[in-house]
């Protein structure tokens, strides 16, 4: 009997690995996104932030993400933390990153028993265990009342959302709607709601006949460093398929039964019904930032009499469309969860913010007919992101370029970080590398005279407070920002530190974006504008102290500024004097000069390294691993790019490196396992890294046509990481460097990699 049973158990483990091997051979692309990648709050070593993901539910650019609610979010605080173990609400959110605000959400929680509507008080605890979580559904069991479980449930499409609850066998099911969530107990530097929960009420209504509850949310968590918005509303329908018996509505801890409307500041409605065991209760939502027609239209169009099975595939294969535009073979399991998780995250964001024909306007507080985007994180996003989706996404380029320029004739301005209104949040006008950046490698499908007219604003005409203000990070709102302290940066050469506020890094970007521009001028034939465009772009020279080998703060009198108290120079965003030492991304050869010539740059770039200042959980040194190219020692980006890519991207939950700003820590990772980076943006050309996969394809489109561009690394290995020659269709590559030509007009890129350096390639 015993050698039956051992003969039987070893068949059947036989039968179900081959099964679980069949399995995973006939997975696609989307089968390895692991949306739970990014979500937890703490980050790879104390002092580190998570990625500041969420596992949201909804097609690439959603308009709305929905997704569960472990806490009350705010700016600094995401609608999801791994660490939680509660979950307080299915929120239809638009928060897109850690550091930015939510606008226009509307949550909904299943309860059983006693009726609780605060959000501490309705949490119900859930397991990770029992979730699963994927960029086309979601689910969870949460422990309800009399230690029941509740099965949640999410499929989405861009605007609308389908809520899927599978109650226990109950006398007081309810369902919980909270439209607005004004908290004074949520008392935090980046989170001010003094004047908001002063002015804003969010609006419900209950229409038992329908069985529906519609609404409005005017709450934006951004609102104090953006403008004011009258008009702005996020409007909801919610639409039940199970008839209720009771109902009512709520404003903080006063329930108010039977009520069918409601205004507020933290405030909602219920509905409660009787269920039976394993009874299922579909809502859906529709979302909209133009009425409450719209949202049901948006409905309609979206969710019509679709099942919640039917938008969970079309989703699916909307992402799996998009996701296999790259394919990859020849390694890990964990390294495809990685790499097509990256590609994810590579298209959440911006998000669509049109309806149909027609779009609300942040800029200007008004309805337009157009399309239209939303929460461009641009001071991340122009350095990989925006640059990768001119590959993967090249359908998108025009219209999001149209979008930034719709907000230029709206506002007055291009973006910095519009969410979805200007914040003034981060430094530099970098809505000008993204356009010229796409201009420059043939992008020209939006109003080029108009996309001239703006960025030239932003290089020659300062700010209405330039001379008044200091323009520190996250000031409240006194009008927009662009190229803070352009004034002097024009007549003195770089700002001034004792004027405007993160002097040093204004100085080097405002030098970058100028750069661009300057190289849309040359295209265009504005030889005069290109050539004062290209004498500003080399302003970020006039920081650079030969005493100490740094770019440091200056006076407006010419003086060196002192260090502080704390023995540190001020004047730079996010970091220190090493953090930007080689921050003129769009000049390597000219800050190779200054710095003494190829053997001292490279010296300074292993100090760098070696000594630990090199941080990859944040932006401004993402490029500062391809400089080697530059100085004639390419074996050493080499080395960096198989350390970086290896450690900072983790198939865990804790498992980026930092935040992931909306797609530009993904993108990075992306570009650097694909072997090449787009280091100065404009400029058409790629610094060559080092492929970390025996094979990648890149499907496209390129002059209208379909391309497929092949990466091979022959005999890569742990020990073969260097390069030893490289091909492109058969004819060799003379220097770490690539063309956006070569590669549009080209089919294969062979690496030939080895365990040696080659020190005579570069």
């Given at each position: 009997m015993k050698k039956t049973s051992v003969l039987l158990s070893l068949f059947l483990f036989i039968i179900t690995n081959c099964f679980a091997q069949k399995r995973v051979a006939n997975k696609s692309e989307i089968d390895y996104v692991n949306p739970l990648i990014g979500t937890a709050a703490t980050g790879f070593a104390k002092g580190l932030d998570g990625g500041g993901t969420m596992p949201s539910v909804g097609p690439p650019f959603a308009m709305t993400n929905f997704v569960a609610q472990t806490g009350e979010n705010f700016m600094s605080r995401m609608n999801y933390f791994y660490e939680d173990s509660s979950i307080i609400g299915f929120l239809a959110s638009h928060q897109?990153?850690?550091?930015?605000?939510?606008?226009?959400?509307?949550?909904?929680?299943?309860?059983?028993?006693?009726?609780?509507?605060?959000?501490?008080?309705?949490?119900?605890?859930?397991?990770?265990?029992?979730?699963?979580?994927?960029?086309?559904?979601?689910?969870?069991?949460?422990?309800?009342?009399?230690?029941?479980?509740?099965?949640?449930?999410?499929?989405?499409?861009?605007?609308?959302?389908?809520?899927?609850?599978?109650?226990?066998?109950?006398?007081?099911?309810?369902?919980?709607?909270?439209?607005?969530?004004?908290n004074p107990e949520l008392k935090h530097w980046a989170n001010d709601y003094s004047e908001r929960i002063k002015k804003l009420r969010g609006y419900v209504k209950v229409n038992k006949a329908k069985n529906e509850i519609t609404g409005y949310n005017p709450d934006r968590q951004s609102a104090q460093i953006s403008p004011d918005l009258p008009n702005f509303k996020g409007y909801f329908v919610i639409q039940f398929d199970k008839p209720f018996k009771s109902f009512g509505t709520?404003?903080?801890?006063?329930?108010?039964?039977?009520?069918?409307?409601?205004?507020?500041?933290?405030?909602?409605?219920?509905?409660?019904?009787?269920?039976?065991?394993?009874?299922?209760?579909?809502?859906?939502?529709?979302?909209?930032?133009?009425?409450?027609?719209?949202?049901?239209?948006?409905?309609?169009?979206?969710?019509?009499?679709?099942?919640?099975?039917?938008?969970?595939q079309s989703t699916r294969k909307e992402w799996q469309k998009n996701l296999s535009r790259i394919k990859i073979n020849g390694v890990t399991e964990d390294q495809k969860h990685i790499f097509y998780t990256a590609m994810f995250h590579t298209m959440q964001f911006p998000r669509e913010m049109d309806e149909y024909g027609k779009y609300y306007s942040a800029f200007d507080d008004k309805i337009h007919n157009g399309i239209s985007y939303n929460d461009f994180s641009l001071w991340d996003t122009f350095r990989a992101l925006h640059p990768l989706l001119l590959f993967t996404q090249p359908e998108r380029i025009n219209p999001m370029i149209t979008a930034m320029l719709q907000m230029y004739k709206e506002g007055g301005r291009l973006p910095m970080w519009p969410n979805p209104a200007e914040t003034n949040i981060m430094i530099g006008t970098h809505a000008d590398p993204v356009i010229a950046d796409a201009y420059i490698k043939g992008f020209r499908g939006y109003d080029v005279k108009l996309a001239y007219e703006a960025m030239m604003k932003d290089a020659l005409v300062p700010p209405d407070n330039d001379t008044i203000?200091?323009?520190?990070?996250?000031?409240?709102?006194?009008?927009?920002?662009?190229?803070?302290?352009?004034?002097?940066?024009?007549?003195?050469?770089?700002?001034?530190?004792?004027?405007?506020?993160?002097?040093?890094?204004?100085?080097?970007?405002?030098?970058?974006?100028?750069?661009?521009?300057?190289?849309?001028?040359?295209?265009?034939?504005?030889?005069?504008?290109?050539?004062?465009?290209?004498?500003?772009?080399?302003?970020?020279?006039?920081?650079?102290?030969?005493?100490?080998?740094?770019?440091?703060?200056?006076?407006?009198?010419?003086?060196?500024?002192?260090?502080?108290?704390?023995?540190?120079?001020?004047?730079?965003?996010?970091?220190?004097?090493?953090?930007?030492?080689?921050?003129?991304?769009?000049?390597?050869?000219?800050?190779?000069?200054?710095?003494?010539?190829?053997?001292?740059?490279?010296?300074?770039?292993?100090?760098?390294?070696?000594?630990?200042?090199?941080?990859?959980?944040?932006?401004?040194?993402?490029?500062?691993?391809?400089?080697?190219?530059?100085?004639?020692?390419?074996?050493?980006?080499?080395?960096?790019?198989?350390?970086?890519?290896?450690?900072?991207?983790?198939?865990?939950?804790?498992g980026i490196n930092g935040n992931e700003d909306c797609g530009q820590m993904a993108a990075w990772y992306i570009f650097g396992v694909m072997g090449f980076y787009p280091v100065a943006p404009a400029s058409g050309e790629y610094a060559i890294g080092a492929p970390q996969f025996p094979e990648l394809t890149l499907q496209f489109i390129a002059n209208g046509k379909p391309r497929s561009f092949q990466i091979v690394a022959k005999d890569i290995s742990e020990e073969n990481k260097y390069i030893q020659k490289v091909t492109l269709d058969g004819k060799a590559l003379n220097k770490p460097f690539i063309t956006h030509q070569q590669i549009i007009n080209g089919s294969k890129l062979v690496f030939e990699m080895v365990a040696k350096p080659n020190y005579n390639w570069k």
């Open positions: 897109p990153t850690v550091w930015m605000g939510d606008y226009g959400y509307v949550s909904v929680m299943p309860q059983t028993g006693d009726l609780k509507v605060l959000p501490k008080e309705r949490a119900l605890y859930f397991d990770h265990a029992n979730e699963v979580s994927t960029p086309y559904y979601y689910s969870v069991l949460l422990n309800s009342a009399n230690n029941q479980n509740i099965k949640a449930e999410i499929a989405s499409t861009s605007r609308c959302g389908i809520f899927q609850f599978t109650f226990p066998s109950s006398q007081a099911a309810h369902l919980i709607i909270q439209g607005i969530n004004l709520w404003d903080n801890d006063k329930i108010n039964a039977t009520s069918v409307e409601q205004y507020g500041t933290r405030s909602g409605a219920y509905i409660s019904f009787a269920t039976a065991k394993d009874e299922k209760v579909q809502v859906r939502i529709g979302t909209s930032f133009i009425s409450i027609e719209q949202a049901r239209k948006n409905m309609a169009i979206e969710l019509g009499g679709k099942k919640f099975n039917d938008i969970v203000l200091r323009y520190a990070d996250r000031d409240l709102w006194t009008g927009y920002e662009a190229q803070a302290g352009l004034t002097y940066f024009k007549k003195l050469g770089y700002v001034p530190v004792d004027k405007t506020a993160e002097s040093v890094s204004r100085t080097i970007e405002y030098s970058v974006d100028d750069y661009t521009i300057a190289q849309v001028a040359k295209a265009m034939g504005r030889t005069n504008d290109y050539n004062q465009l290209m004498r500003l772009s080399k302003n970020y020279k006039n920081l650079y102290d030969n005493k100490t080998g740094f770019m440091l703060p200056r006076k407006a009198n010419g003086e060196w500024d002192e260090k502080n108290e704390k023995g540190q120079w001020e004047g730079f965003t996010e970091g220190d004097q090493w953090t930007y030492a080689f921050g003129a991304m769009h000049d390597a050869p000219g800050m190779i000069e200054m710095m003494g010539g190829k053997e001292k740059f490279a010296t300074k770039l292993d100090s760098n390294f070696t000594f630990k200042h090199y941080r990859h959980d944040n932006e401004p040194g993402h490029h500062y691993i391809y400089l080697y190219d530059y100085c004639g020692q390419p074996w050493k980006t080499q080395e960096l790019v198989r350390k970086h890519t290896a450690e900072n991207f983790r198939n865990q939950p804790i």
